[in-house]
């Protein structure tokens, strides 16, 4: 099946600290990337939608200046968590769409621990 | 508003035993529905698309079906294994390009 990275797949930081996480399409273009985040044992929380070459689409709560996201080209999208705190630590997940089919292929989830 | 369920959120079989995953929505309007599984700490992976316009899906050991009339799913395991041991998520799209909404899962143990 097609290939979604995710990078870095672990990451540490404090408190204050801006860390970005990149999700890539490895065989594919993918003009619509998501993001997920998900808390222990609960299912995935859609965060917002992202387009290349346009804004991204932000869920209800979501703010979007806190949870910058980049699509600049059709294999890669990044999420960067602005000015971090400890209530921001979750697993990330982005996924992608293939082709008209539709089928959601999705990376393997950036675990953030904020200090 | 779609809103998908799935019942029981965990589930424990002896090893070789056959199961069925239920799956529903509300609106049956809806574009596809993707089966995913989840290992703990990772991310997902898909195991079957069924498209609106199709009953049922297999690869390998698995089955899923469809009814968009009942709005439900059905994700059949043959011969269960320790390895199929995860958590299995149901996921439904309204429409093209759209978001998918998701259930909350559910975590299936397979013992030896």
């Known amino acids: 099946g097609a290939v979604v990275s995710q990078h870095p797949s672990r990451v540490i930081c404090k408190s204050g600290t801006s860390v970005k996480i990149e999700c890539r399409s490895l065989?594919?273009?993918?003009?619509?990337m998501f993001w997920y985040r998900q808390f222990p044992k609960q299912s995935l929380m859609l965060m917002a939608t992202?387009?290349?070459?346009?804004?991204?689409?932000?869920e209800q709560g979501v703010e979007k200046d806190k949870f910058l996201i980049n699509h600049a080209s059709l294999t890669l999208s990044t999420l960067t968590v602005t000015s971090a705190h400890p209530e921001d630590s979750s697993f990330y997940i982005c996924?992608?769409?293939?082709?008209?089919?539709?089928?959601?292929?999705f990376g393997p989830g950036t675990r953030l621990t904020v200090t | 508003k779609q809103e998908v369920t799935q019942i029981p959120a965990a589930l424990s079989v002896p090893e070789g035993e056959n199961l069925v995953l239920n799956c529903s929505f509300t609106?049956?309007?809806?574009?596809?529905l993707q089966w995913f599984r989840q290992d703990p700490g990772k991310g997902l992976t898909s195991l079957l698309l069924?498209?609106?316009?199709?009953r049922e899906q297999t690869s390998g050991r698995l089955n899923a079906s469809l009814d968009k009339s009942s709005g439900r799913s059905t994700l059949y395991i043959a011969a269960s294994q320790p390895g199929d041991s995860a958590t299995y998520l149901c996921?439904?799209?309204?429409?093209?390009?759209?978001?998918?909404?998701f259930g909350k899962g559910i975590t299936l143990s397979v013992r030896p």
């Open positions: 069924i498209q609106s316009s199709q």
């Open positions: 996924s992608a769409n293939l082709g008209t089919s539709y089928e959601q292929y």
């Open positions: 996921a439904v799209r309204t429409g093209a390009n759209s978001k998918l909404t």
């Open positions: 992202s387009n290349e070459g346009s804004k991204a689409t932000y």
């Open positions: 065989d594919f273009q993918a003009t619509t």
């Open positions: 609106d049956s309007a809806i574009y596809n």
